[in-house]
């Protein structure tokens, strides 16, 4: 900002980076000069200092008819310059998506689906009616045929006493067993639900290795990060993503510069905005945590991906713990992937 001028940016913009200068002259003319390549979401300038109603009335994804009375993106921006790159991307990438609801992802063991589902800050879900009368909002189009998908109850700590990981007692439910059900044999510790019969509560004991669809409950709005991706993108401390339903994936990671993290048969690819596939990576799940990713040269590269926040630390497998958590003696980062913990702090 110069003068009494006001820049304004879309809200959650990541990819300003000593864009543009500005200088104002008396009559209000304007020169706007390229200092360095970079991304700019939007750009306005006033010829006032804004209060805080008016700051927070033009700052708010829900306002989509901002325009400086001096310099304005949509009038002013000249996008026919050789120098300059323009893709309009819509305000939908900067601002927080709506929550996925329940979601059901690919097939996997019930002990990785617990896994995804703190990926997406989510539980699996409990079932407690058929599939008819849940509302499913993500991901739907997967259960087709033949399917079983995790009911969400395990007795693994107490043996017939089949409970939610959030504590919902399957007596408590309208699901009942199938004839014969539960019949315990091989271990079978883990709850599924048939179908495509949607009309159908019944259920069976599965043994929990065994790779079922799984349904997460998901109730915030995600943002994703990719950390530590100077060697790939220089540009960039990180890259943020939304993750949304697409094809030919079930569900992509969209990135807020038009790049994307799409699945293919079993393999992740992060794909540039031109198209151009940069890093891959085999996983049945989501590509979450703290992992290695393939280059086209053959040698690797380690990233972190994950929803943490910043008042959040990310565990190993992708999972995120609060701050407060920190240093107090308990184990939150579960598993094998517990040195992350360590190696990401620092301590």
């Known amino acids: 900002m110069i003068g009494n001028g006001v820049v304004k940016f879309k809200k959650g913009a990541p990819f300003l980076r000593n864009v543009t200068a500005f200088e104002l002259d008396p009559s209000y003319g304007i020169q706007v000069g390229i200092l360095k390549s970079g991304r700019v979401s939007d750009l306005q300038i006033w010829d006032y200092v804004f209060t805080d109603d008016q700051m927070i009335q033009w700052t708010t994804c829900n306002n989509q008819e901002a325009e400086g ?50 990926q997406l800050k989510a539980n699996v879900h409990a079932y407690t009616t058929s599939l008819k009368n849940t509302d499913i909002r993500t991901g739907k189009g997967l259960l087709s045929g ?64 065994e790779k079922l669809f799984v349904t997460c409950e998901v109730t915030e709005s995600l943002v994703f990060y990719i950390h530590n991706i100077k060697s790939i993108f220089p540009q960039y401390n990180e890259m943020r993503f939304v993750l949304e339903e697409s094809s030919p994936s079930p569900l992509m990671f969209h990135g807020f510069d038009g790049s994307r993290v799409g699945k293919i048969k079993n393999t992740w690819y992060l794909i540039s905005a031109e ?46 713990v609060s701050m407060y958590k920190r240093c107090d003696q308990q184990i939150d980062c579960t598993g094998i992937y517990q040195k992350y913990k360590i190696k990401i702090n620092g301590n």
């Not at 002013?76 to 323009?86: A, D, I, K, L, R």
């Not at 305000?91 to 927080?96: A, E």
């Not at 198209?275 to 990576?281: A, E, I, N, P, Q």
């Open 146 to 209: 033949n399917y079983e998908l995790w009911a969400g109850y395990s007795d693994k700590l107490d043996e017939n006493n089949y409970i939610s990981p959030d504590g919902l007692n399957i007596n408590e439910t309208q699901l009942t067993w199938r004839w014969g059900e539960p019949n315990g044999e091989n271990l079978e510790n883990c709850v599924a639900m048939q179908g495509p019969n949607t009309q159908n509560t019944q259920i069976i004991d599965k043994m929990c290795m």
């Open 69 to 118: 009375n001096i310099f304005s993106w949509s009038s002013n921006f000249n996008v026919t310059s050789s120098n300059v790159g323009y893709r309009e991307l819509g305000t939908g990438l900067f601002c927080l998506p709506e929550t996925l609801g329940l979601t059901v992802l690919s097939k996997q063991s019930y002990t990785e689906g617990i896994i995804s589902c703190k």
């Open 275 to 320: 198209g151009v596939k940069l890093l891959s990576r085999r996983d049945f799940g989501f590509p979450l945590g703290h992992k290695k990713w393939s280059k086209c040269d053959g040698s690797e590269v380690e990233l972190l991906f994950n929803a943490c926040n910043d008042h959040e630390f990310g565990c190993g497998d992708g999972s995120c």
